[in-house]
Every structure is written in C-alpha cells, then in structure tokens.
Nanobody, 117 residues
Framework: QVQFVESGGGVVQPGGSLGLSCVCS?????????MGWYRQAPGKQRELVAV????????NYANDVKGRFTISRDNAKSTIYLQLNHLKPEDTGVYYC?????????WGLGTQVTVSL
C-alpha cells in the first residue's frame, strides 16, 4: 500500500523558513508520477499548494505561495520536498503530500506548520 511520511514542520515566526520532506513508499515508477504538496489550514478544506511534474521536473504553485515556496524531488529516494520561505501566519496548517493531479492515494499524517510571533 502506498504510504507517505511527511516531516520537517514546526513553529516559526513570520518571515521565517522551513524545509519539509515527504518519503513516498510503494509508488510504482515514482519518477513518472506527478506529485504535490497540500495544505489544510484550521477550519478550511485541504488545498493543493505546489505540484512537480514528471517532465523536466517542471513545477506549478498556488498564487498565494508563488515566489515563496519551492517544490523539488529526488526520484532515487522516492522523496519530495517543499522549501517554505518568507512564511506568513496564513501559511499555518498541516502539510501533506500526494498525487499532484489528484490525491489518489491514502493520506499520511502530515506535518504541522505554525507561523506565529
């Protein structure tokens, strides 16, 4: 069964940075899968914030994180990453990884990011 283990979250002040990792297990032909990071803010629905494609590792971002977040992948390790810079309080939430076109696999536990003074 496909499993995701997200890590790297924490508490940071506005303007700070964090680096998230997601180890993906049992995804067949991982390098040919489009992968994504999702965020669920308190009281809100889970939303897609970053996507990395299987062609030239091209990327796409939600408008409110564009220029601040960077998604990357290491296919040899079946791992995707999300670098979060210039964090804002509204970035607070639980961050998850899953398929980038649709979240077709079971969700992992996520990693909590809290941006607060």
């Amino acid at each position: 069964q496909v499993q995701f283990v997200e890590s790297g979250g924490g508490v940071v002040q506005p303007g700070g940075s964090l680096g998230l990792s997601c180890v993906c297990s049992n995804i067949r032909d991982f390098s040919n899968n489009v992968m994504g990071w999702y965020r669920q803010a308190p009281g809100k629905q889970r939303e897609l914030v970053a996507v990395i494609y299987n062609v030239k590792n091209s990327t796409n971002y939600a408008n409110d994180v564009k220029g601040r977040f960077t998604i990357s992948r290491d296919n040899a390790k079946s791992t995707i990453y999300l670098q979060l810079n210039h964090l804002k309080p509204e970035d607070t939430g639980v961050y998850y990884c899953n398929g980038g076109v649709q979240p077709i696999w079971p969700w992992g536990l996520g990693t909590q990011v809290t941006v607060s003074l």
